[in-house]
């Protein structure tokens, strides 16, 4: 029986990674063991890409450091930097060149990835008792300004699935691929409205994850976890056809598990869902750039709309942390409390 998707990019981020840190110090290798246990092979690629930038800079802009070679920087050279040489480093990483021609910028949110990553770099050793002083602590973390969460509405909601399933407002192009991947593209944004799970638990489906009698989907969620996901009758509704169009469907060797395939008949990927979610929604609206994320967020806001329960939307979303929920639809609680002023009358007319 083959490996599960969830085990197969497991196992190529593994090789990623080995890639990513062997031009690194050797005593990195130590650091990215120690976190295996906590985090997820993504999350330890990111880590990897944030420290290889991280070391760029020292040798290339650190006086002391220029002397070295990457791999020869040592930890005693870590603990000698100062708050200063960390606030230089995230001032560095707002524009940087990659490859020597290569431009890239990076805005508050990933300039406070890049902070983290580097805490828990410097935690780890610190911890370990390999290093006394941790400089990265004492850099206070970037205050990100809040942004209103964009979703879709809902009689756009109701406007792309129809558009999904009709296709009238896509380029001619795009019509002529259209009639051969409707019934799939109208289950796969059903699923994500109708759901909220997240674009790689939706391309790491299996046929046998569907539980069609009980409305269920079992998921992998972040760090492995497995849970099952309810549906309603509308997504039931769209997902019936493709499973009935899927059985007719020969894959290649290696994607007879997959649940949706790309035309090539192999397991569809991250990317080619984002430009799918792209390609319909640009039929709705042009002022929203919406994502897989953003279809989650409308389907949390509506679930959140109608329940009014944050713990219960929190659950279904997988969030770890209620905060990090609440700080989503924090715009939803006030209309709830707008709405509240008027709930308890203390004189009848």
């Known amino acids: 029986m083959a490996e599960s998707y969830h085990v197969q990019e497991d196992m190529k981020n593994t090789i990623k990674l080995r890639s990513l840190i062997a031009d690194l110090p050797a005593y990195t290798k130590d650091f990215f063991r120690g976190i295996e246990p906590t985090t997820s092979s993504r999350t330890r690629i990111a880590y990897a890409y944030d420290l290889r ?49 290569e431009f890239r910028t990076n805005q508050t949110n990933s300039i406070k990835r890049k902070l983290a990553s580097l805490r828990s770099f410097y935690k780890y050793y610190y911890q370990k008792e390999m290093i006394t002083y941790d400089p990265v602590a004492l850099v206070a973390m970037p205050k990100l300004r809040e942004k209103n969460i964009i979703r879709l509405d809902t009689d756009e909601v109701a406007e792309l699935l129809d558009n999904v399933e009709s296709g009238t407002k896509l380029t001619e192009k795009q019509q002529a691929l259209h009639e051969k991947s409707k019934v799939r593209d109208l289950a796969m944004m059903t699923l994500f409205l109708g759901t909220g799970i997240r674009v790689s638990e939706c391309v790491g489906l299996n046929i046998r994850d569907v539980d069609m009698k009980n409305s269920g989907i079992s998921i992998h969620r972040k760090g ?70 953003k279809l989650r967020s409308t389907y949390g806001t509506n679930l959140y709309r109608e329940t009014g329960d944050i713990y219960l939307v929190a659950d279904v979303l997988g969030h770890s942390d209620v905060n990090t929920t609440r700080k989503h639809y924090a715009a939803i609680e006030d209309e709830q409390r707008r709405r509240a002023k008027d709930a308890v009358r203390l004189r009848k007319d």
């Open 224 to 293: 492995g976890k497995e849970v099952t996901v309810y549906f309603s009758d509308e997504v039931e509704a769209a997902l019936l056809p493709y499973l009935e169009e899927r059985k007719g469907i020969e894959p290649l060797p290696g994607h007879e598990d997959a649940l949706f395939l790309s035309l090539q008949k192999k397991r569809i990927t991250v990317r080619a869902v984002e430009n799918l979610v792209k390609k319909y929604t640009k039929t709705v609206t042009l002022s929203k750039n919406i994502t897989p994320h």
């Open 53 to 101: 930038v991280f070391y760029n800079f020292l040798h290339t802009n650190n006086p002391e450091l220029k002397k070295k070679e990457i791999k020869d920087i040592s930890l005693k050279d870590l603990e000698s930097l100062r708050p200063v040489d960390i606030e230089e480093y995230l001032d560095f990483t707002k524009v940087y060149s990659s490859a020597g021609d």
